[in-house]
C-alpha cells in the first residue's frame, strides 16, 4: 500500500512534468499581451490645456465653465488666453504647443493653413452672428457701401477678421484704395466707433453680450440688415443666415425696431492628436447641461451639435452623438471608467485568444507522454518484424537491446494516468524477448 507521501511524490512529478511540456503556453502569452496593448491607449492624462479666446469672450466662458466641470472629476483644465480663431487653429497644429483643445469659429480652416496636422471636431456649440455696425449719420445699405469707409475688421488672428475680408471681398473692397481696414476688434473697435475713429466695425459676438450692450447703447451708431444672407452663405456654407428679430437685444427701447437679418458662424470645439479620446464624452455630457435650454438664437436641444463642422468628428464624438455617453461613464467616475475600458480592450481580445490555446495544454502533454512510449514501441515492432521475417542476423545483439529497454523502462516515471500504458509496454517487451529466445 502507498503512503500519502510516496502519493504525494507522484503527484509533484506529474505537475513538474505537465509544466515542462507546456512551458511554451506562458512564452505565447507574454508574446499575444505584448501585441495586445499596443493597441490600448495610454492611460489619461491629468492636465488639458485649452485655447480660447479673449477674457470678456465667451469662448473663455466655456472655457471657464469646463474648467469647474473637469475639476469635479480630478481633471485639471488650463485656459490660454488668445486673440481668436486663428490663434487658436495655430496652436493646435504647432507641435511645440500644449494646447490640444480649442474653440475655434467655423470656416476658419480655410484661412489658417493647418498643414499635415491631424485635426478633428468635438461639434458645435452655439451660433456666432457676425454684426456690422456703423455710425448712423452714413448712408450705408449694404455692405459694398463700406467703400472708401474706414473699417474695423477685427484683430490678428480672431474669426471676425477671416469673415469681414470674406464679406468685403465679396464686394470688391479688400484693396487699399476701396477701404481702410483697421486691425481693431472687442471693446477698442466699440471705442473707436463712439469716438468717430471708425466709420464702421465687425463683431462677431453673442447677442447677450456686454459687447453688443455697449453698442446700442451708443445713440449714434446702428448695424446692417444683411438682406443678401442667403446668398452669402451658399457663397460660404460654414455661414448660417438668422434673424435678429425685433426688440431682441432690447425689448424696452425695442431695439432693433424691426426685424434684421444677418449672418452666423458657429462655434466649434477642435481638438488635434494630443486630446485624449476618454475625455470626449466627459467634455460634451458637460457642454450638453450647459447649452440644453438654449440661447437667444438657438433652439432648445439644438446644440452642442455635430453639424456646421469644418474638421471631420472623432469616433468619440459621432458615437455621444448617436448613443449618448458610454455605458460605464454613467454608473462609474471618470477614472474607474476609463481604466474598466481600457482593461476591457485589452482582456477581452487576450482571453479570447488565450482560451483556445489552455486548452491544448491537456492534449500537447499526453501527445508528449505518449510520444516517450510510443518511441519504445517503435523498436519492439522492428524487432518483432525481424522475427517474423527471418532477419535476426545478431541474436546476441538483440537480446542486449531489449535488455536494455527493460533495464530503461524500469526505471521511468509517468503520471499515474499514464502508468497502465507503461506497463503494457513492459508486458510488450517481455513478450518481444520470450519470442526472440524461442526463435533461438
Known sequence: MLCPQSINLVGVKSLVSFIRSNVWLPLVIIAVAVVLYQFVDPAPPRIIVMATGSAEGRYFEVGHYLKTELARQGIELQILETAGSGENLTRLTDPGSDVSIALVQSGMDRAVDTGAAELHSLGSLYYEPLWLFYRSDLTIGRISGLKGKRVAIGEPGSGTRAVALYLMGENGLNASDQATLLNLGGEEAVAALGSGAVDAAFFTVSPSSETIRSLIALDDVGFLD???????????????????????????????????????????????????????????????????????????????????????????????????????????????????????????????????????????????????????????????????????????????????????????????????????????????????????
Open 226 to 440: 444683411i438682406r443678401r444672407s442667403p446668398a452669402y452663405a451658399a457663397h460660404h456654407p460654414f455661414l448660417s443666415p438668422v434673424t435678429i428679430s425685433e426688440g431682441l437685444l432690447d425689448l424696452e427701447r425695442n431695439l432693433p425696431p424691426e426685424d434684421h437679418r444677418t449672418l452666423a458662424s458657429a462655434a466649434t470645439l477642435v481638438v488635434n492628436d494630443g486630446f485624449h479620446p476618454a475625455f470626449t464624452p466627459l467634455v460634451l455630457e458637460a457642454l450638453t447641461r450647459s447649452l440644453r435650454r438654449g440661447g437667444m438664437l438657438e433652439k432648445p436641444g439644438e446644440f452642442p451639435s455635430r453639424l456646421h463642422t469644418d474638421f471631420d468628428l472623432t469616433p468619440e464624438a459621432r458615437h455621444f452623438f448617436e448613443s449618448g455617453p458610454p455605458f460605464l461613464l454613467r454608473y462609474l467616475p471618470f477614472w474607474a471608467a476609463s481604466l474598466v475600458d481600457r482593461l476591457v480592450i485589452f482582456i477581452v481580445p487576450l482571453v479570447v485568444i488565450i482560451l483556445p490555446l489552455v486548452k491544448l495544454a491537456g492534449p500537447v502533454y499526453r501527445w508528449r507522454m505518449r510520444a516517450r512510449i510510443y518511441r519504445w514501441y517503435r523498436f519492439l515492432l522492428e524487432t518483432d518484424r525481424k522475427i517474423v521475417e527471418g532477419g535476426v542476423s545478431d541474436l546476441k545483439e538483440e537480446r542486449r537491446k531489449l535488455h536494455a529497454l527493460s533495464d530503461e523502462l524500469s526505471t521511468v516515471e509517468v503520471p499515474l494516468s499514464f502508468s497502465d500504458e507503461l506497463y503494457q509496454l513492459k508486458q510488450h517487451a517481455e513478450y518481444v524477448m520470450r519470442r526472440l529466445e524461442s526463435n533461438r
